[in-house]
């Protein structure tokens, strides 16, 4: 994984269910991993490899919120050996904010 988040990085997201009663559309992004016209827009952690965020895969028109293992993200792989890439929002977005994220 190119550019991968650092554990105190890491360590600063919210964790599972800790923000479960903000609206989806205010949910804050704190990173988004990307390779190709994937993406993942990561809002809180498990400490250890699950994530809660929103994804889309190939087609804006159908993403969707749910869990993501970190485990998996740093193993995908576009031949001929290309690697998910990341960045990092400081301060954090908000869903809304990010024009990938379709809030319906």
Not at 24 to 40: R, T
Not at 54 to 66: I, K, V
Request: aromatic share 14%.
């Amino acid at each position: 994984m190119w550019n991968e988040s650092t554990k105190e990085q890491l360590a600063n997201l919210p964790k599972l269910c800790e923000t479960e009663k903000v609206p989806l559309k205010d949910k804050p992004i704190y990173i988004h991993f990307f390779i190709g016209d994937c993406d993942w827009f990561i809002s809180e952690y498990d400490g250890e490899d699950l994530f809660f965020g929103y994804a889309t895969l190939g087609d804006q028109n159908f993403g969707e919120w749910g869990y993501i293992s970190f485990t998996e993200l740093k193993n995908i792989r576009i031949p001929p050996g290309i690697h998910i890439d990341c960045e990092l929002f400081a301060p954090p977005l908000r869903a809304s904010e990010i024009v990938e994220i379709r809030i319906r």
